[in-house]
């Protein structure tokens, strides 16, 4: 059994917490996987919908200046302000995730370590970790656009590519909370990640297959609701583009602070199968 560094947010057999955590550390099944991130954002709802409120007021806000600016030196150019659009909310996107993931991993750990830490302690807590989380998050990307570049060269291959996708993320997938809540490195945080999830590669993968079903049947209603709104404001381009953006970028906040509770309640799952941190010894102090 490898040792757990004392940070915030470490987990560790022995540990009598402050409080019970919101779920029982223990081996837990597939269906309580999907389930069990929703009580630990119910736990926490106050400093995750600052969070999420926060980080999705500022992305709207930088893609619509940058558009904005662009669109003014470009003249108003159609081609110009779409291009904007898409690239000023790609990037923005990406930057709310790295912040999104890092906090909320940082909080959901402290849940289990039997304390409840703010929203302040939270990004601190990630901002603390923040190179390896920064490459952690740059190497996400980057094996996600390669795979499916790959498999989107034919029709026939991209659910091959997804699949294929979903066990390269399955083996990376408690990354984040080993770098937070071990203190470790970007590489050891990986080879620690592959190491606890041996065994449960194609499990972790449908997990995260199953929730992608999910988030889009959430994005649905989220892109109706522009649509629907428009028929009040009209068709105007900027009134339009906040809303398509926002619906945009509401999806993704939703899905990655889901998606970062179910990475640690991975963790804390696999720590328990392949470590028996479920198991106290009376007396051992760690």
Request: contains cysteine; charged residues 15%; aromatic residues 8%.
């Amino acid at each position: 059994m490898r040792p757990v560094v004392t940070t915030v947010g470490a987990v560790g057999a022995g540990i009598d917490p402050a409080q019970s955590p919101t779920v029982p550390i223990r081996p837990l099944r597939f269906r309580e996987l999907l389930d069990e991130p929703f009580a630990l954002i119910q736990a926490h709802i106050r400093p995750l919908a600052g969070l999420a409120g926060a980080t999705l007021t500022l992305a709207v806000l930088g893609v619509l200046g940058i558009t904005g600016l662009v669109s003014h030196l470009t003249d108003g150019s159609d081609a110009g302000t779409a291009w904007a659009v898409v690239l000023a909310t790609a990037a923005f996107g990406w930057l709310s995730r790295l912040v999104l993931r890092g906090s909320t991993v940082a909080l959901a750990l402290a849940d289990f370590a039997g304390a409840r830490i703010g929203l302040r302690a939270g990004i601190r807590t990630a901002a603390h970790h923040g190179g390896p989380l920064v490459l952690a998050q740059i190497m996400f990307s980057l094996i996600g656009i390669g795979v499916l570049a790959v498999g989107s060269l034919l029709v026939i291959t991209y659910p091959l590519a997804l699949i294929w996708l979903s066990n390269l993320r399955a083996r990376r997938f408690v990354t984040e909370p080993a770098i937070i809540g071990e203190n470790a490195g970007y590489r050891q945080a990986v080879a620690r990640s592959k190491d606890l999830v041996e065994g449960a590669n194609w499990s972790i993968g449908g997990l995260w297959l199953t929730q992608r079903v999910l988030f889009a049947v959430l994005a649905v209603p989220a892109f109706g609701i522009p649509f629907f709104l428009s028929d009040f404001s009209g068709t105007h381009r900027w009134a339009f583009i906040t809303l398509v953006v926002g619906g945009l970028l509401l999806v993704v906040t939703v899905a990655e602070i889901v998606e970062a509770t179910s990475r640690v309640l991975c963790y804390i799952d696999r720590r328990c199968v392949r470590e028996g941190l479920d198991i106290r010894i009376p007396g051992e102090n760690r």
